[in-house]
């Protein structure tokens, strides 16, 4: 079954920039969404078909998908920015998630 | 503003069947431009998709739990429902409901649903 991999934790200082990987075989050929989850509250959209951004999500949030690898970049990370994130693609019909990365802003 | 709201038994025991119910507002579960979707977050396996329904009913469900699953829509009362039977453990997880569109968005808040005797 296809599978989606991210690593499991990202440290970023303030201000700094965030990448959060996904690798799945030939992932650039599919469209990836990213999801927020903060302790406590539900999963927000804040990438889909790759790099479009919905209404409300700072600019600072940004995708890329390419070869084997699809990429969530956080620009100027705010402390705000502190959540798992997940990274999701359909495949054969079947929505697959990334197993998440913990994104900590020391 | 479109938003979802999970109901149902936060407890089910082993073997029986689990049972919610997502409420819509803001938005029509009629509407064929999205297909309305649960999945639910385990703490062991993270995000896990468990399947969408369309407003005329068509379904499409995770290989690894459509034995299990049956999901039904109700233009109505607008809103759709999820049926898991014979949990175990494992089902114990926050289940959301979410509108969809090749992604997902928006969710609900969630319902922790524990299977346990």
């Known amino acids: 079954s296809y599978e989606l991999t991210q690593p499991p934790s990202v440290s970023v200082s303030p201000g700094q920039t965030a990448s959060i990987t996904c690798s799945g075989d030939?992932?650039?050929?599919?469209?990836t969404s990213w999801y927020q989850q903060k302790p406590g509250q539900s999963p927000v959209l804040v990438i889909y078909q790759d790099v479009k951004r919905p209404s409300g999500i700072p600019e600072r949030f940004s995708g890329s998908n390419s070869g084997n690898t699809a990429t969530l970049t956080i620009s100027g990370t705010q402390a705000m920015d502190e959540a798992d994130y997940y990274c999701?693609?359909?495949?054969?019909?079947?929505?697959?998630f990334g197993g998440g990365t913990q994104v900590t802003v020391l | 503003q479109v938003q979802l709201q999970e109901s149902g038994p936060g407890l089910v025991k082993p073997s029986e069947t689990l049972s919610l119910t997502c409420i819509v507002s803001g938005a029509s579960v009629s509407s064929r431009f999205y297909y309305w979707s649960w999945t639910r977050r385990t703490p062991g396996k993270g995000l896990e998709w468990i399947g969408y329904?369309?407003?005329?009913?068509?379904?499409n469900y995770n290989p690894s739990l459509k034995d299990r699953v049956t999901m039904s829509i109700d233009t109505s009362e607008n809103q759709f429902s999820l049926r898991l039977t014979s949990v175990t453990a494992a089902d114990t997880a926050v289940y959301y409901c979410?509108?969809?569109?090749?992604?997902?968005?928006?969710w609900g808040q969630g319902t922790l649903v524990t299977v346990s005797s």
């Open positions: 030939n992932l650039g050929n599919k469209y």
């Open positions: 329904i369309y407003s005329d009913g068509i379904t």
């Open positions: 999701q693609a359909w495949d054969s019909s079947t929505a697959i």
């Open positions: 979410q509108r969809g569109d090749n992604w997902f968005d928006p």
